[in-house]
């Protein structure tokens, strides 16, 4: 079956530093992928929607210039941290719009010291 | 291991009546459960969560589900259906806060509404 990768499933990073979030389609091509975060026990945050060959479209209050999210090609989309800071520490998921179904990833864990 | 199983790909219901989608469970800890609600090509939103509060949790849009820790069910419910609410409607598990972090997510159930 369809299945979507994230890369890495965890960092840390030092406050200032950016970080790279990949997130790839193994099998099938997405057009349109999703970028959310989650903090413990809560819910799902929609941040953007990332559509190949366009910019994304953030939520509101999300800020664009400090996630900055890529998706150069059908199978690749990536979130990048810039100037990341504690309050950034969080679980990013991304999932991937196939033909007929959604698939997630498995997230990665993000921890800002 | 965590796992999450939505027991019906499709359910389709005629405007007015009952809506019942089905999710079980399984968890090693206590675990945070949600619904979510997708509409095509849109991004998930949030319908209701459960954490460990009152087992019967109120959302948005008139839905409501009951966490059923003896049959490990988090089934999702509305006394009456409306066309706005054909979706797809994803179950989560979400086990954050021990040593791994987990997040599940049911295969989805796609819920179509009869005139």
């Known amino acids: 079956g369809a299945v979507v990768s994230q890369h890495p499933s965890w960092v840390i990073c030092k406050s200032g530093t950016s970080v790279k979030i990949e997130c790839r389609s193994l099998d099938f091509q997405a057009t349109t992928m999703f970028w959310y975060r989650q903090f413990p026990k809560q819910s799902l945050m929609l941040m953007a929607t990332s559509n190949e060959g366009s910019k994304a479209t953030y939520e509101q209050g999300v800020e664009k210039d400090k996630f900055l999210i890529n998706h150069a090609s059908l199978t690749l989309s990536t979130l990048t941290v810039t100037s990341a800071h504690p309050e950034d520490s969080s679980f990013y998921i991304c999932?991937?719009?196939?033909?007929?179904?959604?698939?997630f990833g498995p997230g990665t864990r993000l921890t800002v010291t | 291991a965590q796992s999450v199983t939505q027991l019906d790909s499709h359910v389709s219901v005629s405007e007015g009546t009952p809506v019942l989608l089905r999710c079980n469970y399984s968890s090693s800890y206590s675990p945070s459960l949600f619904w979510y609600v997708q509409h095509p090509n849109k991004g998930l939103q949030l319908l209701l969560k459960y954490t460990s509060a009152a087992t019967l949790v109120k959302g948005i849009n008139g839905f409501e589900a009951e966490f059923k820790k003896s049959e490990t069910s988090f089934h999702l419910t509305k006394p009456s259906a409306h066309m706005s609410d054909a979706a797809e409607y994803f179950c989560?598990?979400?086990?954050?806060?021990?040593?791994?972090?987990?997040?599940?997510f049911g295969k989805g159930t796609r819920l179509h509404i009869l005139p």
């Open positions: 989560v598990v979400s086990d954050q806060g021990n040593r791994d972090d987990k997040i599940i």
């Open positions: 999932s991937a719009l196939g033909a007929y179904e959604q698939y």
